[in-house]
C-alpha cells in the first residue's frame, strides 16, 4: 500500500510561483497513475493534473493549462507541481493521489490512495 506525503503549499502573491512535492513510501512508484486534486473553500475538489506510468503523458484542467506542470522523478519517487502565473483562484488545499489501473483519470473515484493535502493560498 503506497503512502503519500504532500509538501511546499503556503501563501503566495498573485502571479508568483510554486512548487508542490508528493512523496511516495510503500509501493512501486512507477506503477501508479499520478494526479493532483485541489478542494477550495466551500466547493467540490476538482481535478488539476495527472501523469501516467512511464511520466510520457500528462493532462490538465483547462483551468491551470499553460501555467501547471506536472512532472515525476523515478529516483526520488516523488511526483511534482510547479506552479506558475498563480491566481487568487488558485486558492485551495492540494491533493496528492495515486492509482494503479485508471480509466478516468478525472474522476476522483477512481484513486484509492490520497495524501492529507497541502494549502496554497494566493493572495490579490
Known amino acids: 500500500q503506497v503512502q503519500l506525503v504532500e509538501s511546499g503549499g503556503g501563501l503566495v502573491q498573485a502571479g508568483g510561483s510554486l512548487r508542490l512535492s508528493c512523496a511516495t513510501s510503500?509501493?512501486?512508484?512507477?506503477?501508479?497513475?499520478m494526479g493532483w486534486f485541489r478542494q477550495a473553500p466551500g466547493k467540490e475538489r476538482e481535478f488539476v493534473a495527472v501523469?501516467?506510468?512511464?511520466?510520457?503523458?500528462?493532462y490538465y484542467a483547462d483551468s491551470v493549462k499553460g501555467r501547471f506542470t506536472i512532472s515525476r522523478d523515478f529516483a526520488e519517487n516523488t511526483v511534482y507541481l510547479q506552479m506558475n502565473s498563480l491566481k487568487p483562484e488558485d486558492t485551495a488545499v492540494y491533493y496528492c493521489?495515486?492509482?494503479?489501473?485508471?480509466?478516468?483519470?478525472?474522476?476522483?473515484?477512481?484513486?484509492?490512495?490520497w495524501g492529507q493535502g497541502t494549502q496554497v493560498t494566493v493572495s490579490s
Open positions: 510503500g509501493g512501486t512508484f512507477s506503477s501508479y497513475v
Open positions: 501523469i501516467n506510468w512511464s511520466g510520457g503523458k500528462t
Open positions: 493521489a495515486a492509482q494503479a489501473d485508471i480509466v478516468d483519470y478525472g474522476d476522483q473515484e477512481e484513486y484509492d490512495y
